[in-house]
């Protein structure tokens, strides 16, 4: 949606990725954008919190792996 209205300035949609399959658990599939600039990939995943929450973005690589919240900042708590 947001490329399709021109929102997207620095980076490209480049489909969908699931983690892990049923090895972390139930599968789920998430958003992937590119960074036009460095090539990076990142995953959009909403699944961590409710509805309305704003979504994690994480490297691709490291959020295939069963990357979680509490991976990035376990010293707050999240």
């Known amino acids: 949606m947001l490329a ?3 929102l997207l300035r620095w ?3 480049e489909g969908r990725s699931t983690p892990g399959y049923f090895v972390f658990g139930m599968p789920h599939t998430s ?3 590119k960074n036009q600039l460095t090539g990076k990939k990142w995953v ?3 699944k961590f919190h409710d509805n309305g929450i704003a979504p994690e973005i994480v490297p691709l690589r490291q ?3 069963g990357w979680k919240p509490d991976s990035l900042f376990p010293s707050l708590g999240r």
Do not use: F, I, M, P
């Open 11 to 13: 980076h490209t949609v």
């Open 44 to 46: 959009v995943d909403s």
């Open 31 to 33: 958003a992937v954008l």
């Open 63 to 65: 959020w295939r792996w």
């Open 4 to 6: 399709r209205a021109g």
